[in-house]
């Protein structure tokens, strides 16, 4: 079973050296970039150009984690873009309302939360890891 491909523009997938916490990382930026790409077509707005830009972002970085590119660097401003996201989240969502408006989430954005504290978690411990 072949691990690396090669693209026809000379970058190749690159999943020898990736673990069970990679993939893992993987799939919460996937879930999250679902999240804001759903969210950004849906909001016709300023606010919706800026989820699909969020949404491009964990995209790209899967992309360049799965070609291998400077995976270190890549976790370290993975963090503080993902920290951002329930920064600006938690201040237009909570802050107006309360600290008792974290009950009025609902689903699509408790799974989106979910991920991101997770993915951070997962970010750090690869960049200590590595």
Do not use: C
């Not at 690396?4 to 999250?32: I, N």
């Not at 989106?112 to 590595?130: G, M, P």
Request: charged letters at 10%; a neutral charge; zero cysteines.
């Amino acid at each position: 079973m072949a691990t690396e491909a090669s693209t026809s523009s000379g970058l190749s997938v690159e999943t020898e050296s990736m673990t069970a916490v990679h993939w893992f990382g993987v799939v919460l930026a996937l879930v999250t970039a679902a999240v804001h790409l759903v969210l950004g077509v849906r909001v016709p707005s300023g606010l919706g150009i800026s989820f699909l830009l969020a949404g491009l972002g964990f995209l790209g970085a899967i992309v360049l984690l799965l070609v291998g590119y400077r995976r270190r660097l890549l976790y370290l401003v993975g963090v503080p873009f993902t920290g951002a996201q329930l920064a600006i989240w938690y201040a237009l969502n909570v802050l107006p309302e309360g600290p008792l408006a974290v009950g009025a989430v609902g689903t699509f954005g408790a799974v989106d939360k979910i991920a991101q504290v997770l993915l951070i978690v997962v970010l750090i411990y690869l960049f200590r890891a590595e």
